[in-house]
């Protein structure tokens, strides 16, 4: 098998997106977070993990009130209005980081041996609204699978119960699944993640794992283990005026510290801005180059 690709891996809430992507629901009801989420810890502490914590809360919504009640059709839609940081979308034309990456590896030295960029997003939210998302900024064509939550439908077309959850250590085993060639975009059997392998489609040294918070611990620690790149990010918070709030920024940058950089988990820590000249940018395209002219390097002495 030639290991010619390389894995983009991002989470998706505060690592793609400035906000928890469920804001939006919030927003159209007339929800704060804070009552909504208060709901979902309240979930938690009766012994309810993280993910299952905010389903349930969301399908309790829809069984005490008609106006929260949501099928994965709404889902998708509401997902359509999910932000993105600067630098992702491609809608209105825009220029994104995904176009600037694929351009560099269409250079002649990587094209000679079809060295490809395969994107991956592996987040606890819901598959439906990153889908939405996704497709709304024109960035789906980068993106060869999703790993989030999914929810079942009752009889009526609700959501009411969940097929799956993405949670610290499943973003784990989806790593292995992508490791392996072992992925929904394949029409792979996922329980064949756990057999014995000669040949990785994607080795762990070619992977680049993009998150923020507690959830992606593990997978942080799992490509340092192996030599993959991880690089943690913080977001940006800003004033009324659009000017950053230092105050609240650099309580946001102390969170991540603690989090990626102290504790050893990450290799670099940026803020998350995928713009023209910003460090994120810059970082990911240096890593990218770097893991392709090794390819080119091993692949030459093949030859």
Known sequence: MKQNKIALIFDFDITLSPNFQQKVLFDHWG??????????????????????SYLKALVDLGNEDDKYKLSNDDLYEFGKQV???????????????????????????????DIQLECYCISGGLYPMIKG???????????????ACVMDEDKDGYINFPKETVGHTIKTQKIFMISKGVLPSLNSNPNDVNKLISSYRVPFENMIFLGDGQTDIPAFSLLNQYGGTSIAVYREEKNKDGSIDEKATSKNYEAGYKLAIESKRA?????????????LKMALLHNVRKIADKMVVEFNKQT
């Open 83 to 113: 932000e993105l940081y600067d630098g992702l979308s491609c809608k209105d034309g825009e220029r994104s980081i995904f176009d600037d990456l694929t351009d560099m590896l269409n250079e002649d030295k990587y094209k000679e041996h």
């Open 31 to 52: 929800m704060s977070e804070d009552e909504f989420w208060t709901k979902s810890r309240t979930n938690q502490a009766n012994g309810y993990d993280m993910e299952h």
């Open 267 to 279: 290799e670099q820590l940026l803020s998350a801005d995928y713009s023209s000249g910003k460090p």
């Open 133 to 147: 998302a996704f497709e709304a900024n024109k960035i789906d064509k980068y993106f060869k699978d999703i790993f």
